[in-house]
Nanobody, 124 residues
Framework: QVQLVESGGGLVQAGGSLRLSCTAS????????MGWYRQAPGKGREFVSA????????GYLDSVKDRFTISRDNAKNTVYLQMNSLKPEDTAIYYC?????????????????WGQGTQVTVSS
């Protein structure tokens, strides 16, 4: 079982930036495809971004393309989500997922391994 700890959330004004981190322990991180999801109040959990275990292939929710960038450092067992030009509609709890399947069609299927989440609040 892999353990995931997210950090980097906070309160930011619209147009600002945040970088989320997710550090994994317990298994071989470098073999895992990784994903970020978010859940806004009163809504379901939504895919945001994913990255293949080798880091060369990424995918994004259409509304965050060109604003968010996912990356990973396998030596640090950490995946990042750089979020720029933040909008109030980006406000949500952001969750990291490990060991899902990133298909050749660009879709990420999450595993049962989730972090506890980190709150991102964007004020207008």
């Amino acid at each position: 079982q892999v353990q995931l700890v997210e950090s980097g959330g906070g309160l930011v004004q619209a147009g600002g930036s945040l970088r989320l981190s997710c550090t994994a322990s317990g298994r071989t991180f470098s073999n895992y495809d990784m994903g970020w999801y978010r859940q806004a109040p009163g809504k379901g959990r939504e895919f945001v971004s994913a990255i293949r275990w080798r880091g060369g292939i990424t995918g994004y929710l259409d509304s965050v393309k060109d604003r968010f960038t996912i990356s990973r450092d396998n030596a640090k067992n950490t995946v990042y989500l750089q979020m720029n030009s933040l909008k109030p509609e980006d406000t949500a709890i952001y969750y990291c997922n490990a060991g899902g399947t990133f298909s050749s069609t660009g879709r990420y299927y999450p595993s049962p391994s989730w972090g506890q989440g980190t709150q991102v609040t964007v004020s207008s």
